[in-house]
T-cell receptor, first 110, second 115 residues
Framework: KNEVEQSPQNLTAQEGEFITINCSYS?????LHWLQQHPGGGIVSLFM???GKKKHGRLIATINIQEKHSSLHITASHPRDSAVYIC????????????FGKGTRLSVIA | ETGVTQTPRHLVMGMTNKKSLKCEQH?????MYWYKQSAKKPLELMFV???????ENNSVPSRFSPECPNSSHLFLHLHTLQPEDSALYLC??????????????FGPGTRLTVL
């Protein structure tokens, strides 16, 4: 069974801090997604990656396929980054929809 | 309208009511999904439609009935729901190519409360 574990579950940070959210999974994957869910429910896709590292603005996502682990980093955090960050993976066969982690709730305090 | 839209955004219904949730995608995708998000639980996949054909039904109770009349529209018909069905229901769409599912785009969700 493919399981996706995220840590921490909850995270409170001061504005400006560097933030790391971790995701571990149990099976070989074809792709890993990081999603952001704001209060009210809307979900936005931040990254889809299968190897290495991607950067978009203050967000950086890395993945280590051998260790079955990914991290999402936020540099110079801001209160508007407060949201739930969700990791999701697609098994290596590629023809299955996503399996989701429970999410990490981030609060950035000014 | 762009992206994935869902209506209504909020719904309160009694256990004997019948209601429907609507999702529309304006992205030209060929696959659509219904997810359920309950408090403190991961997103749960309910149904997948690929080229209007249901390809996955994740052991969802029959009180939830999906309908996909075309590749742009997806409905979730609700009847005789239970209070534990109260949740955020999210619709998503993606492009499926050669059997491979690509990045999903989500709607804003419908927050359902069953009294």
């Amino acid at each position: 069974k493919n399981e996706v574990e995220q840590s921490p579950q909850n995270l409170t940070a001061q504005e400006g801090e560097f933030i790391t959210i971790n995701c571990s999974y149990s099976v070989g994957i074809s792709a890993l997604h990081w999603l952001q869910q704001h209060p009210g429910g809307g979900i936005v896709s931040l990254f889809m990656l299968s190897s290495g590292k991607k950067k978009h603005g203050r967000l950086i996502a890395t993945i280590n396929i051998q260790e079955k682990h990914s991290s999402l980093h936020i540099t110079a955090s801001h209160p508007r980054d407060s949201a739930v960050y969700i990791c999701a993976v697609r098994a290596i066969s590629g023809n299955t929809p996503l399996v989701f982690g429970k999410g990490t709730r981030l609060s950035v305090i000014a | 309208e762009t992206g994935v839209t869902q209506t209504p955004r909020h719904l309160v219904m009694g256990m004997t009511n019948k209601k429907s949730l609507k999702c529309e995608q304006h992205l030209g995708h060929n696959a659509m999904y219904w997810y359920k998000q309950s408090a403190k639980k991961p997103l749960e996949l309910m149904f997948v439609y690929n080229f209007k054909e249901q390809t996955e039904n994740n052991s969802v109770p029959s009180r939830f009935s999906p309908e996909c009349p075309n590749s742009s529209h997806l409905f979730l018909h609700l009847h005789t729901l239970q209070p534990e069905d109260s949740a955020l229901y999210l619709c998503a769409s993606s492009q499926v190519s050669s059997g491979l599912y690509n990045e999903q785009f989500f709607g804003p969700g419908t927050r359902l409360t069953v009294l």
